[in-house]
């Protein structure tokens, strides 16, 4: 049985430092090696992203070049998608099978020479064994486009033979930074907060205040974020904190993140979980970015300290119990021997006259 391999799986990861982007796979005719990188039209540059800023109802172009590496003729098709960020925080795209309807659909791959449409969009190009091909594509913003960004990409698939027992969709891409001119709106806030605290059963150790909360990129801009999240007892008490750092978040998304705080038990907990916006990569953003906060609680029960107090206070009562009887039965023992020592002892003789 035949397979396709890919370097970045059945997913594109267009999140670029580095160009050429290249992947393997393996087909009935062998294995393929190939790669998608920005270009001019010439050939391609040293750039390792498309990126523009575009007016509203206007057009940029742009290119790519795909390079066939392998031993043997190969088919590419050559598309655009909408952008997203993966469960592991990486940029990536649209699945193969869901249709953009954002960036992704207003970028149009021209056809080149012995390039046939692509259904669903863009196009199928053959290359021969080491040749390679410099593609226009076309990005065209409609009028009514909201400003901000509008994350894309473009990829190369590689098309499987019709004789390959397995498909599974192996491409890579060039990262689209697309922006539409007008109002830059840059904010990002914590929601959806969630504390729970998970007690150490060794009463001489810490326990674990598990913090679970949403980044909401509430303007039209993505950014990264850097939060303290932080839980305190009464009077400050017990106070701990965590930073993290959240690469990005898209425009009207959401990313999860969570932290592990160790604390000690201190009945009930005050928190509060503060995001800095952070500027991605290259971007330019002359908006002013704000800090923001948000506050949760959470109870600190010290069951384990409970348990071994119970136990304590047990114990005492225990021993002093013990410790009753134990007198009360070596009092009794000593007045059995009284009393047997006067039972025993002989009766004292009359008085003589």
């Not at 005719?29 to 790669?35: D, L, Q, V």
């Not at 149009?108 to 863009?122: F, H, L, N, Q, W």
């Not at 150490?200 to 598990?210: D, E, K, L, M, R």
């Amino acid at each position: 049985m035949n397979k396709t391999v890919s370097l970045l799986a059945a997913t594109v990861v267009v999140a670029l430092a580095l160009a050429p982007t290249a992947a393997a796979a393996e087909s009935t005719e062998g294995a393929t090696t190939w790669s998608i990188e920005p270009a001019d039209a010439n050939g391609p540059n040293s750039r390792v992203s498309l990126r523009h800023t575009i007016d509203p109802g206007s057009s940029a172009q742009d290119f790519v070049t795909v390079t066939n590496f392998s031993a043997q003729p190969a088919s590419f098709g050559v598309y655009a998608s909408d952008g997203i960020i993966s469960d592991s925080g990486d940029f990536d795209l649209l699945p193969p099978e869901e249709t953009p309807v954002d960036g992704g659909s207003w970028i149009s791959v021209a056809a080149v020479e012995g390039s046939t449409p692509r259904p669903g969009g863009g196009q199928v190009v053959a290359l021969d064994a080491g040749a390679a091909v410099t593609i226009p594509v076309t990005i065209s913003v409609p009028a009514d486009a909201s400003p901000g960004d509008h994350p894309a990409g473009v990829v190369a698939e590689f098309v499987q033979a019709d004789g390959d027992a397995v498909q599974m969709a192996s491409r890579v891409g060039v990262r689209v930074h697309l922006r539409v001119a007008g109002d830059v709106v840059a904010a990002i806030t914590p929601a959806g907060v969630t504390a729970t605290w998970q007690p150490s059963w060794n009463p001489f150790a810490p326990g674990t205040v598990q913090v679970g909360y949403t980044l909401a990129n509430d303007g039209n801009v993505r950014l990264g974020a850097t939060t303290v999240v932080g839980v305190e007892g009464a009077f400050g008490l017990g106070a701990t904190s965590a930073t993290q750092e959240i690469r990005e978040v898209l425009p009207g998304r959401s990313a999860p993140a969570s932290v592990a705080l160790t604390g000690w038990p201190l009945v009930f907990g005050w928190g509060e979980i503060t995001v800095t916006p952070v500027v991605v990569g290259e971007d330019d953003i002359a908006a002013p970015t704000q800090t923001a906060s948000t506050t949760f609680t959470v109870w600190t029960i010290p069951w384990a300290q409970l348990a071994l107090l119970a136990l304590l206070v047990l114990a005492f009562f225990v021993i002093r119990s013990q410790r009753r009887r134990s007198r009360e039965r070596m009092q009794a023992r000593i007045d059995a021997a009284v009393a047997d020592a006067v039972a025993s002892a002989p009766a004292p003789e009359a008085a003589r006259p």
